[in-house]
């Protein structure tokens, strides 16, 4: 059986804002064929080698889930994090984020579990960027 990355599906509300953010505030790279408004459809981005992140438009999201409901903006089920190597590394990645319109929940710095910060991309998705090491 040949496996498949595993994909991360969010809500989003506007595709263009999305993509700008994921590509330039966190820097993934998005892959998949062009739509007629010249981002990839469905909208990927590649996080590693075993995962992808697809941005579906909260109408078609809820085609999706059925019977349950979106998030409201503000509500988190779930928290993603990326691991970098360093502090100067998750500072670094964090203010990326915010330059690109990232709300910063928490700044980077020293807790009990290692080095992290944590943003909300402009869906209010929350994502922890910690340092492999501090």
Known sequence: MTH??????????????????????LGLEAVGELADDGL???LQFVVNDGLRLMLI????????IGRHEVAPRGQSECLLNLTVDSPADA???????????????????DHPWGYAGVFADPDGHLWMVSAAES
């Open 40 to 42: 990839p459809e469905p």
């Open 91 to 109: 500072d670094a990645m964090v203010e990326r984020a915010r330059a690109a319109g990232a709300e910063v929940i928490t700044e980077t710095s």
């Open 4 to 25: 498949a990355p595993v994909i991360v599906s969010l809500p989003i509300a506007d595709r263009p804002t999305s993509y700008r953010f994921y590509r330039d505030g």
């Open 57 to 64: 438009p909260a109408g078609g999201f809820g085609w999706v």
